[in-house]
């Protein structure tokens, strides 16, 4: 028996909207309320899920594994950072441009990607992460080496003098979160998701169906580089700074997790998933300070506890936060026969268990 | 050209730990199709073992060649019985689930153990105590230690066991037939899950002798060295064509020369890069890696 639906249940363009203004109203609520700390970490939040949303769309709905989405953050964090420091242009500006790189570096590693499945994608894109980032240490004259390049970032004029500089760090970066939201669940339901999530199903079947598989491979991982490429853009302006050690295969790697902790493939796991890699190692660290455990053992505790969350989470809801949840809704709403009538539909050949959502991916060697 | 030789040399002796890494990567991704991330801590505990085998046998001034191979034999043992706690903890709950599942929890272990270790051990460097003798021979310019000699040869012959365990006898054989197909394999009467312990447990095995290893070549060792060596050695495995035996120990052995020849004529900060260009040059014409079979399309 399938407990979950095919895909992840689409909602109309006015409700994504609605459900879009109601997050910017919680971040602006929530951002007056805390403390600049707070601030600082809504920022961080918003800019992990631009990134997490990107590599959600890549993964799940493609069936790509990319382990180097923070390559594509450092491409760009580092052109935000040159633009502003040697051109003074505004942040916006950069932002676009930073858009525009990312999504030409995409591009170029999209298509050597299209190529490979499986490890192979793993072994390259793990490599791209690895290598890339460090790239800044060859060229210290350009991207400042090891110390790397300071960003200034100001309040715009119009909100007065006293406008804390986090609260308007938060509202940018959410802003970009939401918008980047917004258009990726309108291209989920579009022609575009459509073939992705056939390419990701069965790369055969979709060939016969006209879907030109290479194509829309790489645009994939266009897609989820623009976003990567924002996120690092954000990144750079909030924390001030663009240095290589923020862009370590560590940083990639955190956000596949995130990816798949939240659900994979949809964009509310995008938001759980981020919420869990910026806030659990936070709470923890509190908890274990509170609790009088020495600073040595105090600053260990909160990375394993996280890697036991990991296990946990993993162990308890395969199928990301997201998934448990709509599994949670199913148990109190009895099943739901529209979806599963049609969109379960007649179980495609390859699949072979029950859980077939998540099944697909290993039948195409996401892993 | 002696210094040509002596990258050879050292490159090879790299390559050897690397290749020793990589064959449990290329085995585990095999019979489950996971990137077990937690392989390079699980080498970075046995060489921690084979650290406190060595303080406390060398303090009671034990005969070098005893304490050298209890260190290994211990290292191998305990990290043997790590890999089958872990796959039965973290990963056999999640086999019928996404195979990214089972990599995000790979990754919970991974940090797990980095951190178990630092609480354990600390966070610095700890260093080996040099117990193996440095001498060496030359020839033709460059030098190479007997150590270093002696280091490569068990690495091969650890590399041929495993290549006539795996070809030779049942467990082996049992092993390739689940690579090939779970299903067929389960049909055949072959133990599934007895045959993925057997494979974490050799995995594991060869992972602890190279970590313990490589504690007595470089003399220190840390929480984090086992990040860094499974990341090359993953990269090794993906090279060699992922569940091929033969082509992680060659793709090891070629990681490592390229790595000697990077840090010794360009500089080690072009070392990645260059693996990098040199991984994505043999994907872009051979996508299942140098050896690896074609990927059976679906059909």
Redesign the interface.
Known sequence: MRSLPRSAPVLSGPLRLLIAAVLAGIVVLLSVKLNAFRDYQIAEIAIDVTAVAGLTML?GLSGQ?SLGQGAFMAIGAYTTALLLLHLNWPFITALAVSAVATAAAGGIVGV?AA??????L???T???G???P??A??YPGVFGGDQGLNVVFTTPAFLGPSFPLTRWQAWVSSAVALVTLVLLANLHRSRIGRNWRAVRD?D?AAALDGINVAAARVLAFVVSAVCAGMAGSLLAIVTGLVAPGAYT?TLS?TL??AA??GG?GTLPGALWGSLVIVLVPTYVTDAATSHGLSS??GS??P??V??????LV??AF???IQGGLRRLLAAFTGPDRKSRTWRAGPAPL?A??D?AP??Q???E??? | MSAFLQYVVNGLTSGAFIALVALGYTMI?GVI???N?AHGDVLMVGSFIGYELVVTLAARHWPVALVVLLALVGGMAFTGGLGMLIER??YQ??L??????????A??????L???A??IFG?GFSAFPSVLPSAGFSFAGAHASYVQLGMFVISVLLMGGLYLFVHKTMAGTAMRALAMDK?AARLMGINVQRTILLTFMLGSVLAGASGVMQGMYYTEINFFMGFLIG?RA??A???GG?GNIPGAMVAGLLIGLIGSFSDGYI?S??S??I??AV??AV??FK???LF?ER?A??V
């Open positions: 993964t594994i050597a190529r490979l499945r499986g490890p192979y793993a072994g390259a793990l490599m791209l690895v290598a890339l460090a790239l240490y060859v069965n055969v295969i790697i596949l997790t798949v902790i994979l040595s053992v260990n505790i990375i394993a996280y890697g036991a969350v990991l296990i993993m162990l395969p199928q990301g390859t072979q268990r859980e998540a099944d991916h290993e039948k060697g996401t892993t | 991704y199709r996971l990137i991330f903890v973290a709950p999640l019928n689930s996404s195979r990214l599942a089972i990599l995000i929890s990754l919970g272990v991974s940090l797990a980095e951190q178990g630092q609480l966070a299903d990341l993953f990269t495995a993906v090279l992922i500089s900060e072009w990645d890069a693996i990098f991984l994505i994907l872009v996508p299942t890696g690896g990927v399309e679906r």
